[in-house]
C-alpha cells in the first residue's frame, strides 16, 4: 500500500456519512468557540477575583503565613500546593504525548514520584519543620555559610530563566492552534 491509497484501501469503504472523519473532528478541534471563549473568560475571571481578594481584602498579616501558612495547614492543602507549583504546560501537554510513546514504562516514572515523596516527607520535611525553615537557601547559610546561599540561589536563577521560557512557549503554542489570535492580531495591526 502506497501513503496515496484509495478510500477503499484505508478501510473507509464501508464508513457511515453520519459519523465525522478524522479530519473534520481535527478542524474543529482547531477552533475557538463562544462556549470556549466563554468558558476562558470566565476562569480567567475567577484567577483573577481570588488573587485582588487575597491581595487586597483578606491580606496576609506576615511573611511566614504568606510563605508557609502560618506553619498551621493540614497535609492536604500544602500537598496540593506543592503539586500544582511544579505542574506547569509542558507537564500537562507533554505526558500523554510520552505515554502514548512510551507505554506503560511511564509508570515507573510516576512510582519513583511516589517514592520520592515518601523519603521527602521522612528525611527532609522533619528537619525543615523542626528548624522552622521556609526555603531550602536558609538551611543551606545555616549548615553551611552564605556563600553556599547564594551560590544555590544562583544555580537556581540561572535553571529557572532557562526553564521558564520553554514553559510560557508551550501553552502559546496550543493556545495559538487552537484560538488563532496571533493570525487575528497580525490582521489588526495590518489595518
Known sequence: MTSEGTSDDLGLANWAPERPTVQEISESMQNFGT????????????CGMVGIYFGF??????????????????????????????????????????????????????????????????VFLPVFHDLKLTSTYEYLEKRFDKRIRLLG??????????????????????????????????RNREN
Open 57 to 122: 481584602v483578606n491580606k496576609s498579616s506576615g511573611e511566614d503565613e504568606y510563605l508557609v501558612g502560618g506553619r498551621n495547614m493540614k497535609m492536604f492543602p500544602v500537598s496540593l500546593s506543592l503539586i500544582a507549583s511544579f505542574i506547569s504546560g509542558i507537564s500537562l501537554l507533554g505526558t500523554p504525548t510520552e505515554i502514548y510513546v512510551h507505554g506503560t514504562s511511564y509508570l515507573f516514572i510516576g512510582c519513583a514520584v511516589v517514592v520520592v515523596g515518601f523519603v521527602i516527607s521522612i
Open 35 to 46: 462556549l470556549d471563549y466563554t468558558m476562558f473568560a470566565a476562569m480567567l475571571t475567577a
Open 153 to 186: 540561589s544562583i544555580l537556581f536563577a540561572i535553571g529557572i530563566m532557562t526553564w521558564l521560557p520553554i514553559v510560557i512557549y508551550v501553552p502559546a503554542l496550543a493556545f495559538n492552534q487552537g484560538t488563532f489570535l496571533n493570525e487575528s492580531l497580525m
